[in-house]
């Protein structure tokens, strides 16, 4: 298996396992610092919303990878197959339009002079890592999204042939 085929396969997932790992180890020592050692990680609980926020980002692009998401499929059952994969291909259409739009305001953001001096409460980290997660999460989204349509847009061609 490539390289390639191998990151389109598993990037989202692998990342997305990482992080979990992580925030499950960040809960359970700190659980245990705190009613076994009776000393609490006063640093745990912020790394762990970090975490957990590029944790959502990456698991909105896999959902978009594996199509979970959640899909009202009223009209979509009342159509044809043709017309339905037409309107799958309008809808991916309005959600491209959406996750470029809220990169493009999400980097414009970070950008920002007062966003991009803000530094974390307890860990001192900077503001714009964690803000990241959603330009991050929103381009991974786009490229599954494209993946989408052109294999709806090959159904469609097939469909008339």
């Known amino acids: 298996m490539s390289a390639l085929r191998w990151l389109d396969q598993n990037a989202e997932k692998t990342l997305a396992s990482m992080l979990l790992m992580a925030i499950v180890l960040l809960i359970s020592g700190n659980v245990f610092m705190r009613y076994v050692m ?26 978009f990878h594996t199509g979970d998401h959640v899909r009202i499929t009223v009209l979509r059952d009342a159509l044809s197959e043709r017309a339905c994969l037409i309107v799958e291909c309008i809808v991916a259409l309005l959600v491209l339009g959406f996750l470029l739009i809220l990169a493009v ?35 991974l989204s786009v490229i599954r999204v494209v993946q989408h ?13």
Not at 42 to 60: A, C, D, K
Not at 110 to 123: C, D, E, G, K, N
Not at 149 to 161: F, V
């Open 105 to 139: 305001e999400c980097i414009k953001l970070i950008s920002m002079p007062f966003v991009a001096s803000q530094t974390s409460v307890v860990l001192g980290l900077p503001i714009p890592i964690l803000y990241a997660s959603a330009p991050v999460g929103a381009g």
């Open 38 to 63: 009776n000393a609490s990680l006063s640093w745990s609980e912020e790394l762990t919303l970090w975490l957990f926020v590029w944790f959502v980002w990456i698991g909105v692009s896999y959902a």
């Open 149 to 161: 349509l052109i294999r709806t847009l090959r159904l469609i061609a097939r469909a008339k042939a």
